[in-house]
T-cell receptor, first 115, second 113 residues
Framework: EAGVTQFPSHSVIEKGQTVTLRCDPI?????LYWYRRVMGKEIKFLLH????????ESGMPNNRFLAERTGGTYSTLKVQPAELEDSGVYFC?????????????FGPGTRLTVT | RKEVEQDPGPFNVPEGATVAFNCTYS??????FFWYRQDCRKEPKLLMS???SGNEDGRFTAQLNRASQYISLLIRDSKLSDSATYLC??????????????FGKGTKLSVIP
C-alpha cells in the first residue's frame, strides 16, 4: 500500500511569491490533515479535511494560506504571498477514520524556504 | 504554558543503556496519547500508543498517569538504531469537532557505540 506522498519535497521561493504544496493521502483515507513545523518549534496543526469538506481550519495562520481538497482525493495548500515566517516543513497526514485513537500516517513533508 | 512539554534533551547514551523520556500535557480533556519517532529530515512515525495500564513493546515501555497528566517512555538496552527524536503527542477533540494531534518539541536521543 502506498503511503502519503507530498510534492515538492523542497521549495525555495522569494518573499511575495506564491507556492502550492500538494498532498496525496493513502487511498481510501477520508481524513486529511496539514501540519507545519517552523524551525525551533513543535509541529503544529493547520487544518483537517473530511473528504472534500474542511472540518477544522483553526490552525491556519492567516488568510494568505488556502487549502483545498476538490473531489476528496488529493489536497493542495497554497501560500500567497509568501512571507519569511512561512519557512518550515509542511507535513500532510491521513487517517481512515476520525477519532482520538486512530493513527495518522504522515507524509515525508515539504521543506519550504522563503528568502 | 505549552500544551505538551518534554525533556529538553539531547540525551547521549551508550549502547545498552536504559533511557527514560518524560512528558506532561496541559489539557485534561486529552483523550489519546502517543509516542512518535522522527528520524532526521523524515516524517514522524508512530512508535506506540500509551495507555493508563501501561504498555510494552519489546524494549519500549510507555506509561500514562492521567491524574498527573504525565506520560513516559522507557527504552531498555538502547541500540544505535534508536537514535532519533522522540515526540510526545496527545489527541483530543477540538472545538470544531476535529481530532487533531498536539505535539511536544521532541527529545533528541543519540546512542553512542
Amino acid at each position: 500500500e502506498a503511503g502519503v506522498t507530498q510534492f515538492p519535497s523542497h521549495s525555495v521561493i522569494e518573499k511575495g511569491q506564491t507556492v502550492t504544496l500538494r498532498c496525496d493521502p493513502i487511498s481510501g483515507h477520508d481524513n486529511l490533515y496539514w501540519y507545519r513545523r517552523v524551525m525551533g518549534k513543535e509541529i503544529k496543526f493547520l487544518l483537517h479535511f473530511v473528504k472534500e469538506s474542511k472540518q477544522d481550519e483553526s490552525g491556519m495562520p492567516n488568510n494568505r494560506f488556502l487549502a483545498e481538497r476538490t473531489g476528496g482525493t488529493y489536497s493542495t495548500l497554497k501560500v500567497q504571498p509568501a512571507e519569511l515566517e512561512d519557512s518550515g516543513v509542511y507535513f500532510c497526514a491521513s487517517s481512515h477514520r476520525q477519532g482520538a485513537s486512530y493513527e495518522q500516517y504522515f507524509g515525508p513533508g515539504t521543506r519550504l524556504t522563503v528568502t | 504554558r505549552k500544551e505538551v512539554e518534554q525533556d529538553p534533551g539531547p540525551f547521549n547514551v551508550p549502547e545498552g543503556a536504559t533511557v527514560a523520556f518524560n512528558c506532561t500535557y496541559s489539557n485534561s480533556a486529552s483523550q489519546s496519547f502517543f509516542w512518535y519517532r522522527q528520524d532526521c529530515r523524515k516524517e514522524p512515525k508512530l512508535l506506540m500508543s500509551v495507555y493508563s495500564s501501561g504498555n510494552e513493546d519489546g524494549r519500549f515501555t510507555a506509561q500514562l498517569n492521567r491524574a498527573s497528566q504525565y506520560i513516559s517512555l522507557l527504552i531498555r538496552d538502547s541500540k544505535l538504531s534508536d537514535s532519533a527524536t522522540y515526540l510526545c503527542v496527545v489527541s483530543g477533540i477540538s472545538g470544531a469537532g476535529s481530532y487533531q494531534l498536539t505535539f511536544g518539541k521532541g527529545t533528541k536521543l543519540s546512542v553512542i557505540p
